[in-house]
């Protein structure tokens, strides 16, 4: 069983940057694919960017070019910079991780996400 704990988020003004951190408690974290959802009120679950256990990555549309997901398999933890941050990006976000080795990924566990607002 997979435990994922979220870090990172917080008030922001337009045009700023946050770095969201999850700690993941599997010891094949190397194994998963990791990735990150945004949920804001009064709409669905969305994803946002992923990683394999190559490094490749992956990114809805609306992020590219501004935020970037990373991982350090040391320690277990998958990263989520975002610099240029609107007042859309506002949401909770939640940390994924995908642990059996298929294709496309299916996210089994679920960290509780953590609050990012993004203030004009």
């Known amino acids: 069983q997979v435990q994922l704990g979220e870090s990172g988020g917080g008030l922001v003004q337009a045009g700023g940057s946050l770095r969201l951190s999850c700690a993941a408690s599997?010891?094949?974290?190397?194994?998963?694919?990791m990735g990150w959802f945004r949920q804001a009120p009064g709409k669905e679950r969305e994803f946002v960017a992923g990683?394999?256990?190559?490094?490749?990555?992956t990114y809805a549309d609306s992020v590219k070019g501004r935020f970037t997901i990373s991982r350090d398999n040391a320690w277990n933890t998958v990263y989520l910079q975002m610099n240029s941050l609107q007042t859309e990006d506002t949401a909770v976000y939640l940390c994924?991780?995908?642990?059996?080795?298929?294709?496309?990924?299916?996210?089994?566990?679920w960290g509780q996400g953590t609050q990012v607002t993004v203030s004009s």
């Open positions: 994924a991780a995908a642990p059996r080795f298929i294709q496309p990924p299916q996210y089994d566990y």
């Open positions: 599997g010891r094949t974290f190397n194994m998963y694919a």
């Open positions: 990683i394999n256990r190559n490094g490749g990555t």
